[in-house]
């Protein structure tokens, strides 16, 4: 198991003044409604993104911060309602207005090379961060009449460079910015147009039946422990592949053929859950932030960009967590998957999709995981390969008490999992979770 920690370094990053990029040509000025996924209050926020590019011969001489933005006011063409701003319809619905403002674009340099952020791990937390993404303008919550994507790209020594996104989670998921970044890269190689037409259809998401619940903040539960943010300790974990096959020989055999993810995350929640020394009475709720475009009828066309979200629950107590064996995380972790999976009438209702109450959801002890191995932030290419890295700055955050959210990454043929605690939890954490690597059974063809 190889935990990672990142050291502040002392990197000079300079950015230049910040720009409205707008579309490289009109654009229709209209309303478009949000279907009801996008409307949810939990996604009323920006989610920062980055792409770490490594140098390439061939783009000896060319500027990756001129193409990008050539590259982006092209695509912005086709994404335009990316171009405009959010504003409050009746009931505090979100609309967008289709105005071809533009988006927030800034140009960097760094005086380091790609090395200082990570050779043969490059994944979060990475030093810097915070000068390597921009901030949203704001800290109010306001997210109405603002730009929609915050992008800086920042030029390395070594020829290489950093691209990063804060963008409004309102407007698309992971996999329909990936779609966005795609369209950019392929702009950027000289292409006229998409390979896939970007397709709103929003009111295909959009339920019937009139509600206002989901407005509403539902509280912040009454079991969730004080905690001192200041106090917090990031790290990240790599479980290979080896060791992921060790976790699941130590299963029951119909345990057998659950998948990597199922296997770290139930590890994880049982190892976090002890690391808190809970009272064992105490409830916990694991959510799946699940990709639903796969349980869709009518399938959604592939341009589709808006979040087709659906939240998977599993809930018990501290106390079983703790003391039962790794297979009972790992098989609440499955069937709450399985259930969801297996349930295609229920997933195919915009009506049930929509979560009414979703911030009781994080009240009280939750760990909530977004898988975004498979999410493709990577694959943009806009002349010097697919990223080094495409994923997250931070891997974790904290909303509220212990409620946690990360993002688990891809990487190499493992699972990076960023995990962020206080330090005394962080050595149960750590202690708990190496125990249940070393003592897994060690394969007999070894």
């Known amino acids: 198991m190889e935990s990672t920690k990142r050291l502040t ?73 990316l171009a405009g701003r959010l504003r409050e319809d009746t009931g505090r619905k979100l609309v967008v207005e289709c105005t071809g ?24 937390p990475f030093p810097n961060s915070d000068d390597l993404v921009l901030d949203v303008p704001n800290n ?21 460079f950093i691209f990063s996104n804060n963008f409004s989670h309102t407007m698309c998921d992971g996999v329909g910015l990936s779609k966005f970044l ?39 539960g009454e079991n969730q422990v004080p905690m001192d943010h200041n106090q917090m300790v990031e790290r990240s974990f790599f479980f290979t592949s080896a060791e992921i096959s060790a976790l699941r020989r130590s299963l029951q055999p119909h345990l057998q053929r659950c998948s990597k993810f199922e296997i770290v995350a139930g590890c994880v929640w049982r190892c976090q859950t002890i690391a808190f020394s809970l009272k064992p009475d105490e409830e916990m709720k694991f959510i799946v932030i699940m990709d639903n475009r796969k349980n869709i009828k009518p399938p959604l066309q592939v341009g589709y960009y808006g979040n087709v979200l659906k939240l998977l629950v599993a809930v018990t107590t501290a106390g079983e967590l703790s003391k039962n064996p790794l297979h009972y995380a790992v098989e609440l972790v499955r069937n709450m998957k399985h259930e969801a999976e297996t349930a295609g009438e229920l ?17 009280g002890n939750t760990y909530a995981v977004s898988n975004l191995t498979h999410v493709g932030f990577e694959r943009m290419d806009v002349g010097w390969g697919t990223a080094a890295y495409g994923g997250v700055p931070k891997g974790s955050y904290w909303p509220t008490g212990i409620s946690q959210a990360s993002w688990y990454l891809g990487f190499m043929d493992g699972i990076v999992v960023p995990v962020c605690l206080p330090l005394k ?10 125990l249940m690597i070393t003592t897994a059974p060690i394969s007999s063809s070894l």
């Open 9 to 81: 370094l002392s990197v000079t990053i300079t950015r230049k003044t910040p720009e409205l990029l707008c579309p490289a040509e009109s654009t229709p000025h209209e309303f478009k409604s949000l279907s009801d996924i996008d409307d949810q209050i939990f996604l009323r926020r920006y989610v920062k993104t980055i792409n770490f590019y490594k140098n390439n011969p061939y783009m000896k001489g060319k500027d990756p911060v001129k193409i990008i933005r050539e590259a982006i006011a092209k695509a912005l063409v086709f994404y335009y309602p």
């Open 140 to 160: 109010l919550g306001i997210i109405v009449d603002i730009p929609l994507m915050f992008i800086q790209v920042t030029r390395l020594k070594c020829g290489g």
């Open 425 to 434: 939890s962080m050595k149960v954490f750590e202690k708990h979770l190496q």
């Open 182 to 220: 795609f369209a950019v890269g392929e702009l950027a190689r000289g292409a006229t147009f998409p390979s896939i037409r970007p397709v709103w259809d929003r009111h295909l998401l959009t339920s019937g039946i009139p509600h206002h619940e989901h407005l509403y903040d539902a509280g912040t």
């Open 101 to 124: 403002q533009g988006i927030v674009f800034v140009e960097a340099e760094a005086d380091a090379t790609l090395q200082h952020f990570g050779v043969d791990a490059l994944y979060p």
């Open 347 to 363: 997933s195919n209702s915009a009506d049930l999709m929509v979560i009414r109450d979703p911030l009781s959801l994080i009240a």
